[in-house]
């Protein structure tokens, strides 16, 4: 069984900026996220008499919503760059009125197509390469603390999805996803 968590909201959540590989603090309400995720995996996963593997992306957001998760749930955190989000490039740190002020307007702004590519940034192919390298190799059970774009392409991989399908996943910070063969199934963190 796998346990995968997208990291609790950011302040560039809130703004809508691309963090990409950048990265900006949880906000209070990503710390009560994880809080809570920690509480609701904790009732799920039990007792352990070892703590549960947790892969998790090195980026700063993905590292203070483990340890919140952390706090309930004994973890042998793993740092695995290949979790790391779609670097975005150029891009990173900005909104999309600042991508179209100083790129243009002809700029497609929609990384969830999946020929998109920021400017200096990875493609998507690329990213799923990585993942799908890491996801070969993960063991069962784990807890998996991740981004958004990865998170959908965990799940697309563990229900052998298309490219475009995986890009159309639903993302939540209130929960998480568990992963059990092929299935996958949401579970809210009240």
Same mark, same amino acid.
């Given at each position: 069984?796998?346990? @995968? ?14 963090q ?7 906000t ?8 809570r995720?920690?509480?609701a ?23 203070a919503?483990?340890?919140?998760i952390g ?21 990173e ?19 969830i ?47 052998? @999805?298309?490219?475009?399908e ?25």
């Amino acid at each position: 069984m796998l346990y @995968l968590v997208r990291h609790g909201q950011t302040l560039w959540n809130t703004e809508a900026r691309f963090q990409g590989q950048f990265d900006s603090p949880l906000t209070d309400l990503g710390r009560d996220q994880a809080t809570r995720i920690g509480r609701a995996l904790a009732a799920e996963i039990g007792a352990r008499v070892e703590p549960i593997r947790a892969y998790v992306s090195p980026l700063g957001r993905t590292r203070a919503t483990a340890e919140l998760i952390g706090r309930s749930l004994p973890m042998n955190v793993v740092e695995v760059p290949s979790l790391m989000e779609v670097h975005f490039g150029d891009w990173e740190g900005l909104t999309r009125d600042d991508i179209l002020s100083r790129f243009g307007s002809d700029q497609s702004i929609r990384p969830i197509d999946w020929q998109f590519q920021a400017p200096g940034g990875e493609t998507l192919d690329t990213v799923l390469a990585r993942v799908e390298t890491w996801y070969a190799t993960a063991e069962a059970p784990a807890v998996i603390v991740t981004h958004g774009i990865i998170s959908r392409l965990v799940r697309g991989l563990h229900a052998g @999805l298309g490219h475009e399908e995986m890009l159309t996943l639903p993302v939540s910070q209130d929960g998480y996803f568990r992963l059990d063969g092929g299935n996958i199934e949401f579970v809210p963190a009240p």
